[in-house]
Structure formats: structure tokens, C-alpha cells
């Protein structure tokens, strides 16, 4: 199925959820979408006959300056499909729902997002650090990061 | 041959206090810097909680802040034992925003060096795989081998392990008048160490007593948590990028995907993961031949493409390529700019390790260690 017809798809059950498709140079593939239904979309998007995608290759957070965004790779085992889903957040409220329970590689993606750039995810199951130290302060993906002055005492490299 | 399962626990009757216990992080089998915390019931494991992090290295930011060439000999640096497979995605993805179309010849020299780094992998994981039954001989032949591998890589770039050879448009160094040869003679030696391995390891009886019907991961389980490489096809999935999406000029090779089939136990346990990884090599080897058969004779500059200044078009791109722990990919955020405006890396051992508390509850500590082990995991891609 190409991103055109996934979009279709998805624009038909979702109506306004989904916002754009879009496909230029130098972009793969990506649909837009809000991110109230984002769950129920991945359920969907996992569970149709035709769609299956069974396989998340990569969720990862971003900092795009005046907001923020969570960014979704999917692929599909048995059709050999690809396509990106875009969610965009404020940065005074970056919460958005946890699709764990669709693809259980989300936990520990999700919790990296929540990491390095303060996403919070919804309903996720164990919703703590896991690169930086459980103690950390900060998100230090996001651009306007600035590093804490000690850790524990001691002086915090910069 | 004994069907072992996993061990259901009747805690009505098992009358002792449940027990948590740090595993690592210096510990030697758990092949890095990685603490598991685990809970134990007797001696059998009923909570497994991996810590990760000791080896991070801030390497998303720090790409931030580097040029793109700048970036090559840092990609190096996550899954250190096969590097140059680490600097393929990544150049492949500047590449293609650049819109460079590489020479053939350089192509032929990527596949050939990609497949000894996935040969040199794999001796390593069989290896210590082997080292963390208890099998200490066939450690010894691999490693002597792998230096044949590591010296050749030395030969072109001046480094035995991380290299920088791999350049945006290009190569760093020409190869060594020998390559062919020594090349060939690399394949050899590798046939003849694996049928003396296959002997005295793979198809020794103990051996297969330890590691079958041990940490069986299901295929539909496999999928939902994103595994890639021998451990997805060790539950019998045939996902290989080189076959799937052929990247580079792998569409011009015959090689079959090696998956499980749960031949000594039940599909998806260690030996089937094990087993692909020894298969592979064999894979490797054929896919080697047939390169240095196809490969233009005449001489190329390696360097005649490499830009001066490596300054992408706006764009966003995940480029991925099948390494010998899974799939390797970089989602490469550019804004125009000579720097990434973000580099994500799908870590392929960050997410294999993620299906471990998975697929070790219910049996022994030691059978843990060998849980881990047939995983294959590196901590430096783990925790970047």
C-alpha cells in the first residue's frame, strides 16, 4: 500500500485527527497527526488487513525550536510497507498518550523521549529516566538546555 | 533429548523470601557495563529489571555540535566491534540527501568490508557465547581469526577497530594491492575454523544441553518488541534488510536468509539464535566471493567525490542498513546547514536488550547468562 492510500485510509476513519500527508524531496513519507486519538490510530494502523503494521522501527522525540514533537517510523513484516506518523506538542504542555500497549517496543523508545526531551507519555508503565541517572535534571535534547551546575556535589563538566 | 521448560512456581508451597539481586555492572558476563537487577525466587528468576546508561555519552547532542564528516568516527564508536557496519547507514543517508551517486567499485569494496566486519561479529558472539557455557577452546581459534579480518581492515584505514574509512562520497584510502587475495584467504580460514568450531562447540552434546529450550522468544512476541538481525530470525522470521529492501548492490548477490527452524529444541530459543549467527558467516562468505568476482578491475579515484564542504539540503531522512546485531538506522533531521539539526540512532542492541526481562522469567540465574549472552548486545550501542 503507498502513503497515499494509508492516508485514505486513515482520513476516513479518523476525519480531522489526521491533518496532512506530505511527500517531497528529500522527506520520507509522513502523515500528520493530532495527538489525542495518536493510540487509537496505531491500534488501527497495527490491526486493519491491508495496513499490519506489526513492526515500530523507531519512536523518537523532537525539538523542532517553537514546539515540540514525537515521531513514529512504522513498517510492516508481512506487506513490506513504510510509512512516518508526525505528532506535534507545545512546549508548556508536551503530554501525549502512550502507544506501549500497541508495539511493547514503545516502553523503553517512550522513555527516552520522556528523557531527553520531557515528553510525557500517558498511561506508560513505568514512566521513569533511563539513559541519564534517575536523578537528573532537565531534558538535555531539547535546544534550550542548559546543564545543571552539580551533581551530588560534584561539578558538572562543561 | 529432555524437553526443559520454563519452571511454573507454586508459591503456596515454596516458603522462602524473594530475593533482589544487583547483577553487574562490573560483572564479566554481562559483556559491558550493564546492571540487572533481579529478583529471585530460590534460584530461579521471576523479575529481571535492566539499568542502562553507564556508557552514555551524550552521542544525539554531541552530533548536534559536528560537521558531518566530524560525525563518521563517532558512529564508529557505538557498536565498536563492527564498525565499519555503523558508518554505512550513515553515510549512505548524507549520500542520498546530497543526491551523490557513488561509483560501482566502491560499492563492490563497501559490500566486501561490511561482510568481514559481519564475519568478525559473529566470531565474537559465538566466542564469548561459547565462553559463557564454559567452552574456552574455540574462544582461542575465533579471536586468532578474527585478527586476519582486523589486519586487512588495518591495511586500508591504519586502524584495527575503528576506522573512519567509510566517507561521504567516498572511501578514506584506497585498498591495498593484496585486497583480493588476502580477502580470499580470510574466507578460507574462516570455512576451515567454523568446521573445527562446528565440532568441538556447536554440535557438542553438553553444549546443546545448555542452551536449548532456554529463552524462547516467539516470533509474534519477536515483532512487538522490535527485535532485528539473528535474533528476530532466530524465531523463524526471514527479515533481512539485504533481501527485503536491498540497499547498495546487495540485489546483485545469492545468499539465503538464515532463520531458525528449532532444531534441537523449541523455535526461538538460544541455540536457534545461536545457529543463525554461524550461518551467517557461511552467508558472509559467499556473498564476499561473489563480490570480488563481480568487482571492476580498474582503478578509481576513492576519493574524487568527497565533497569539500558537506552542506545538505533541508530534509529528513531515515537511512538504515542490516547490521550484524539487526538493523542499524539514522534518522538524519537536516536544516540546510553543514550539522545535523538532530541524529536519532535506532540502536539495534538498545532494542534487542529490551525483550530480555521478556523471555528470561521462570528460569535459572545461569540459564540468564546465556539468555543474555545469545542476544548479543554491545553496551556502547546500548547506551550511546
Redesign the interface.
Known sequence: MNSNEIFDKLKSEFGDDIISLTEEKNYDPYITVKRKNIKQICLFLRDIDGLNFDYLVNLTGMDWGKELGVVYHLYSISLKHRIVLKVFLSKENPVIPSVERCWKSANWHEREAWDMFGIQFENHPNHIRILCPYDWEGHPLRKDYVEQETYHGMRVPV | MGQRKTIEIDYGAVDTDRMRLNMGPQHPSTHGVLRLEVELEGEIVTEVVPH??YL?R?F??TCEFMTYPQVIPYVDRLDYISSMNNEWPFVMGVEK?LGIQIPEKIEYIRVILAELNRIANHQIAVATFGMDSGAFTPFLYLFRDREMILDLFEKCSGGRLLYNYFWVGGLQHDIPPTFKEDCLAIIKKVRETNAEVNNLLIKNKIFIERITNIGILPAD?A????CSGPVLRGSG?P?DLRK??PYSIYDRFDFNVIVGEGAMGTLGDCWDRNIVRVNEMEESCKIIEQAIAQMPDEAVDVRALVPKRVKT??????C?TENPKG?L?F?I??DGSTQPY?M?T?ATS??NL?VLP?ISKGYMISDLIMILGSIDIVLGEV??
Not at chain 2, 223 to 226: E, T
Not at chain 2, 313 to 318: D, L, V
Open positions: 542502562i546508561g552514555h551524550c544525539e547532542k540527501l512476541v515483532i512487538n518488541f522490535g522470521v527479515y527485503d529492501e539540503p533541508k530534509g529528513e531522512i531515515y538504515k538493523e538506522g534518522y533531521v537536516s538532530r536519532r535506532r538498545f532494542i529490551s521478556e547506551d550511546r
